[in-house]
């Protein structure tokens, strides 16, 4: 059944208007209106996720348009934008950012509105996600445009340069358990950015082998991880010579977030 907030919104939607001006009344909408509005409705009382209906969910400063193509990004993934303030707080920095499974562009394109210095690359395998972040970086503003790059490209192939900042929220479930993942995940969102492999760390093995030539000396690497991943993570970091500064947890309470550094000595002897 849809909530009075999902009503609101898909009201605003209707209106074609942008969820930040949503009036605490909802005026009676003209019956050709009331026809689009009933069937946005039938959708979402489906199971459809209002994000999928609407196109566009918030995450972090902004709204980012969302299709079946792209992961709906999700809030505890605004842990990854928190932690590179702390971990990075002079702003004026012209970090060089990397995001391996961009998906929306949400996280690059939010960090690149928080440094605006900033320049920034993101890879994804899906063609059409990649078109989508495109969308988003041009819809937002002309100048993020100067500062980003989007690549359709597997994250074990890129080699263009050291990065300061890596960043990645990659696909994380068990093979076996998307099945029971519930219905608005599982039929909405793209098994590209869910199927994490036979035992969900697939991308976290990719992803670290390849940080000897797409993470700098001083830089950091940051990951979303799945419920329950952290030791395992963990260990496949160490075994790839990266050194874990902080694990932050998300409002349930479960490690979400990690932020790794080289250990000195490993970096030393890779590079
Ligand atoms: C969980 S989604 C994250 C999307 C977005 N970064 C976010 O946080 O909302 C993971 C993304 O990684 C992409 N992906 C999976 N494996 C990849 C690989 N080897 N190289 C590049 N992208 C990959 C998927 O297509 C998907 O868009």
């Not at 939607?13 to 009933?38: E, F, G, K, R, W």
């Not at 792209?70 to 970090?95: F, K, M, N, S, V």
């Not at 080699?159 to 068990?174: A, H």
């Not at 998300?250 to 790794?260: F, G, H, Q, T």
Request: net charge negative.
């Amino acid at each position: 059944m849809v909530n009075a907030r999902e009503a609101r919104l898909l009201w605003a939607h209707v209106m074609n208007l942008p969820s930040s001006s949503l009036p605490i009344d909802v005026p009676a909408l003209n019956p050709a209106q009331q026809t689009i509005y009933d069937a946005l409705c039938a959708r979402r009382d489906a199971g459809e996720p209002l994000a999928k209906i609407i196109g566009r969910k918030a995450f972090w400063e902004h709204e980012f348009h969302t299709t079946q193509a792209t992961l709906d990004p999700r809030p505890e993934t605004e842990g990854i934008i928190e932690a590179i303030l702390d971990h990075r707080p002079d702003r004026q920095r012209a970090l060089k950012i990397l995001d391996c499974g961009t998906g929306t562009g949400c996280i690059l394109l939010s960090l690149l509105y928080e440094y605006p210095h900033a320049t920034g690359v993101g890879l994804d395998i899906s063609a059409d996600a990649i078109a989508i972040a495109a969308h988003n970086a041009a819809q937002h503003n002309n100048f993020l445009l100067e500062r980003v790059e989007f690549d359709c490209l597997d994250w074990t192939l890129h080699q263009k340069s050291l990065y300061d900042v890596v960043v990645s929220n990659p696909p994380y479930i068990p093979s076996r358990d998307i099945c029971i993942l519930d219905v608005d995940v599982r039929n909405y969102d793209p098994i590209l950015a869910l199927d994490g492999g036979i035992d969900g760390l697939d991308a976290y093995r990719s992803l670290m082998a390849a940080m000897h030539r797409l993470l700098s000396p001083h830089g950091i690497l940051v990951c979303e991880i799945g419920q329950g991943q952290e030791h395992e993570v963990q260990h496949i970091a160490m075994n790839h010579g990266l050194r874990c500064v902080e694990i932050r947890k998300d409002l349930s309470d479960i490690a979400r977030i990690i932020v790794w550094q080289w250990n000195e000595n490993y970096h030393v002897a890779h590079i």
